[in-house]
């Protein structure tokens, strides 16, 4: 049995909105939209994707995968590709967001793909 879980963690909202990142804009109103909203004026957009994964196996072995992209929230959406907050992550080093970068980056790059790595060489 294979599990995981990923969020958004933002620094100058504390970390936030972390493991609730999917619930985020439910809370009130659209999650991309209200981020950009509570960074309005603020200088750091420091921020990191993170993804843990847990493989059980059948005779109650454990094993662990870990990812992280950091990066930083842009001013606005760019990009059509991916979901959640793809529109609105600049990887560190890039100069466009997730969404731009596009689906085959993303699938090689991402705290998912990372976790997915980690995750492979714990098995071996």
């Known amino acids: 049995m294979l599990g ?7 620094a100058a909202l504390g970390g936030a909105p972390g493991v609730r990142s999917a619930r985020y804009g439910a809370e009130g109103g659209e999650a991309i939209e209200r981020l950009l909203a509570e960074l309005r004026g603020t200088q750091d957009r420091r921020a990191r994707y993170v993804c843990e994964l847990v493989l059980l196996a059948p005779a109650g072995e454990e094993a662990h995968g870990s990812g992280v992209l950091k990066g930083r929230i842009a001013e606005r959406a760019r990009g059509t590709e991916g979901f959640g907050y793809d529109p609105v992550f600049l990887p560190a080093g890039e100069d466009e967001t997730v969404a731009e970068l596009g689906d085959a980056w993303k699938a090689e790059n991402s705290h998912r793909a ?8 714990q098995v071996r």
């Open 114 to 121: 990372r976790a997915a790595a980690d995750l492979r060489e």
């Open 4 to 10: 995981e879980d990923s969020g958004l963690e933002v």
